[in-house]
């Protein structure tokens, strides 16, 4: 807990009855500037941090599962952590890792525990990479955190970061429509990703020299276990950051578009899940309504769970929460659910 309360703010609390959040820091991400990396002396922690942000940029080149010694070979497909944390990983609302450092450990219903910047780092290598967890001792993870600490400085414990994760807005309360997504596909993302959708490698399969686009779906694509096999979070990815070049200031695509090309995009197989991923939401009423996988404590089917519409799951998850939050404080008794 924070003691950054000022002693006439606790006396406003106390006086209001209400539990107020203002002594909360915020900082502001899309306003903030980047440490350069480049700056840092020539030093073991100025290198340490250098091959974090080479690891984030050039993932495949140093242990993805093309690269000459086996046993570097840790992610499940030739992407890389900059294909989806954009800059980097500092491009505000590409899920930046910028102040990440400053909001971990947390914990996360998704695997019912207590994370820490290396654990989420090998979540995401597990899931959005495909891969293998990396040791906790080994450089590449002591890597990693050394730059995601180095994007986190002076950004205070706890704060709200504003630019944090993805741009979120309302999606079309209507079922997808797959046609439209597919020509939104062909007219504005195959010139890139290719009309198959499995990207343009720099060199030929096997030489480890990875992807100038990546595959948006197919063998060597991300896992379906990921965040970015879940509609909504494609939608809003997709909306501030793509086609390439566009910010969330300024998207391309009208929110219609956005929705139906998102559905196209998952509609496609990636990598299957395993594993841990398997394990992920122990507890059905915290998976996203967008969550393509049951069982649910809603009575809607994965299809829909899949496809939305997300309004009337909504509904019922709201009323399901609280229902559970009434039983839990003793007052009521939960209704079934439908
Ligand atoms: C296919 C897209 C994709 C790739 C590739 C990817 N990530 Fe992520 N990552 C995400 C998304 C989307 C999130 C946002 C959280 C969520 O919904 O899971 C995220 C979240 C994170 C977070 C937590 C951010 C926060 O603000 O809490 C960290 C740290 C992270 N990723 C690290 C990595 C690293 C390191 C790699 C490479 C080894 C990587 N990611 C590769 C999509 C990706
Ligand atoms: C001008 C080329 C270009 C166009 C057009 C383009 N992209 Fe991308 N896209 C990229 C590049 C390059 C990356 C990786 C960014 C990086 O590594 O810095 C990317 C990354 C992505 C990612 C995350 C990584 C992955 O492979 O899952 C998704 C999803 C995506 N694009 C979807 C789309 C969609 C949908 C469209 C059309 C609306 C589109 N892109 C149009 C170049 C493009």
Excluded at 175 to 182: K, N, R, S
Excluded at 295 to 312: I, L, R, S
Aim: aromatic share 8%; proline share 9%; net charge neutral.
């Amino acid at each position: 807990m924070k003691l950054r309360h000022s002693v006439a703010a606790i006396a406003l609390i106390a006086a209001c009855g209400i539990a107020r959040a203002d002594d909360k820091p915020t900082v502001d991400l899309t306003k903030t500037t980047v440490p350069d990396v480049d700056k840092l002396p020539d030093d073991e922690h100025g290198a340490l941090v250098r091959y974090g942000r080479d690891l984030v940029v050039r993932t495949d080149a140093f242990i993805g599962p093309e690269v000459a010694n086996p046993a570097m070979r840790f992610t499940g497909t030739n992407m890389t952590c900059q294909n989806c944390h954009l800059g980097a990983g500092t491009a505000p609302y590409a899920a930046p890792l910028t102040g990440v450092s400053a909001v971990y450990p947390q914990f996360m219903p998704r695997f019912d525990a207590i994370y820490s910047v290396s654990d989420r780092v090998n979540a995401c290598m597990q899931r959005s990479m495909a891969g293998t967890a990396l040791p906790l001792e080994s450089r590449e993870m002591k890597a990693f955190v050394a730059y995601i600490d180095f994007l986190s400085e002076g950004i205070p414990k706890g704060a709200d970061r504003i630019g944090s994760m993805l741009k979120a807005f309302k999606e079309p309360a209507r079922p997808v429509d797959l046609a439209h997504g597919e020509t939104v596909f062909k007219e504005t993302c195959a010139v890139c990703h290719g009309e198959d959708g499995l990207g343009k490698r720099r060199g030929s399969v096997g030489d480890a020299r990875g992807y100038e686009f990546p595959p948006l779906w197919g063998p060597d694509a991300s896992s379906e276990g990921a965040s970015s096999f879940r509609l909504l979070t494609v939608m809003q990815f997709v909306s501030s950051n793509m086609p390439l070049g566009v910010t969330w200031q300024k998207p391309q695509l009208t929110v219609d578009e956005a929705y139906d090309v998102a559905a196209f995009l998952v509609s496609h197989p990636k990598q299957p899940r395993k594993g841990p991923q398997l394990n992920d939401f122990p507890h059905p009423l915290d998976k996203p309504v967008d969550f393509p996988f049951g069982p649910y404590a809603d009575h809607f089917t994965e299809a829909q769970h899949k496809y939305g519409p997300y309004g009337p799951i909504r509904e019922e998850v709201a009323a399901l929460k609280a229902a559970a939050a009434a039983a839990k404080a003793g007052v009521g008794t939960a209704p079934a659910a439908k």
